[in-house]
């Protein structure tokens, strides 16, 4: 009797510390974010895609990707994202390559380029197309893969 009260008072103590709640992304899951790629101010870390990033031991840049959301009520306007990082990267020594955006679908793409490094930015809405609070997802991918 007292090995099975033990036990219950043990489940409960765990079912009641594993109920604890956190609040947005776990942010130990997230790596270091290239310090020369900023984002607009209303991003957050997103875990879709998850978080890559791979570095030679001599610190280049091989490949990277991750994600940020938007942290207000809708989708953000494409053009004025896009209109952010023309302003901002140059700053950090990004050349602007190609540029695509459509704002009615709440997409963009665009490509910048740096020394030997390929920056491809992309943004689109959520996949959960029946939520009542919406959120663009914003992808930083670095050295892409291209086809």
């Avoid at 007292?2 to 009641?16: C, D, G």
């Avoid at 870390?45 to 978080?51: E, I, L």
């Avoid at 695509?100 to 490094?117: L, Q």
Wanted: proline fraction near 6%; include cysteine.
């Amino acid at each position: 009797m007292k090995l099975s009260l033990t036990f219950l008072t043990l489940l409960a103590v765990l079912l009641i510390a594993g109920c604890k709640t956190t609040n947005g992304t776990n942010k130990s899951a997230w790596g270091e974010p290239y310090a020369d790629v900023p984002v607009p101010a209303n991003y957050e870390p997103h875990d879709n895609p998850a978080f890559k990033r791979q570095d030679s031991a001599a610190g280049k840049r091989i490949y990277g990707r991750y994600s940020y959301r938007s942290t207000g009520d809708s989708l953000d306007t494409p053009s004025k994202v896009l209109g952010w990082f023309k302003d901002t990267l140059p700053g950090e020594g990004w050349e602007l390559m190609v540029e695509e955006h459509n704002d009615s679908e709440g997409t963009m793409k665009v490509r910048f380029k740096k020394a030997d490094d390929q920056l491809e930015l992309q943004l689109a809405p959520d996949a959960r197309v029946q939520s009542s609070k919406r959120f663009s997802v914003l992808t930083v991918e670095m050295n892409p893969k291209f086809d």
